[in-house]
T-cell receptor
Framework: GAGVSQSPSNKVTEKGKDVELRCDPI?????LYWYRQSLGQGLEFLIY????????KSGLPSDRFSAERTGGSVSTLTIQRTQQEDSAVYLC????????????FGPGTRLTVL | GNSVTQMEGPVTLSEEAFLTINCTYT??????LFWYVQYPGEGLQLLLK?????DKGSNKGFEATYRKETTSFHLEKGSVQVSDSAVYFC?????????????FGQGTRLTINP
């Protein structure tokens, strides 16, 4: 079946605007993860979902970041009032469960904040 | 907290050369260890993994052994090919609220010349 998909693949926005990034996990995968890949910070964990629930939001960089997941499937990462330091590649991964399962990554969304 | 340190790149080798990319980790307990690879223009893919001490992960001619005594998980390949050119990430899994958060090293860019 299809892998993890993310949209858009590229997003250029102006500082101060809000953006929404979408992730479609592999069908049937209950766990979904968001990571960020940036030049200064490398690959860092942001948040994960088990079903529609996000038990730990401490990885989100600031309160401008939020995420939700509906129907145990699609997830949206929203960044409000974007800043230049938000520029990065945002990666989504899914797995069949939580502990002990391989995470499968999507191609990422490259966000550029001007 | 847990962390992963891998050798800085870039690494440039000739085809058929022997490859070693060093990776060491700091962790409480005994995490699972992973090598992920990112080919140009593609998403992160799991290359190999090991879940306990002395386990050897292998795939596509690459190998890595989980060494608890040296807290290491070095990646090796006996004869590299041009198609192995990519960025390689060492990672460990950290349990958070029952889920596996991946903690990544900084990545090592490998270029193989014909």
């Amino acid at each position: 079946g299809a892998g993890v998909s993310q949209s858009p693949s590229n997003k250029v926005t102006e500082k101060g605007k809000d953006v929404e990034l979408r992730c479609d996990p592999i069908s049937g995968h209950t766990a979904l993860y968001w990571y960020r890949q940036s030049l200064g910070q490398g690959l860092e964990f942001l948040i994960y979902f088990q079903g529609n629930s996000a038990p730990d939001k401490s990885g989100l960089p600031s309160d401008r970041f939020s995420a939700e997941r509906t129907g145990g499937s699609v997830s949206t990462l929203t960044i409000q009032r974007t800043q230049q330091e938000d520029s990065a590649v945002y990666l989504c991964a899914s797995s069949p469960g939580t502990s002990g399962y391989t995470q499968y990554f999507g191609p990422g969304t490259r966000l550029t904040v001007l | 907290g847990n962390s992963v340190t891998q050798m800085e790149g870039p690494v440039t080798l000739s085809e058929e050369a022997f490859l070693t990319i060093n990776c060491t980790y700091t962790a409480t307990g005994y995490p699972s260890l992973f090598w992920y690879v990112q080919y140009p223009g593609e998403g992160l893919q799991l290359l190999l993994k090991a879940t306990k001490a002395d386990d050897k992960g292998s795939n596509k001619g690459f190998e890595a052994t989980y060494r608890k005594e040296t807290t290491s998980f070095h990646l090796e390949k006996g004869s590299v090919q041009v198609s192995d050119s990519a960025v390689y990430f060492c990672a460990l899994s950290e349990l958070i609220q029952g889920a596996q958060k991946l903690v990544f090293g900084q990545g090592t860019r490998l270029t193989i010349n014909p």
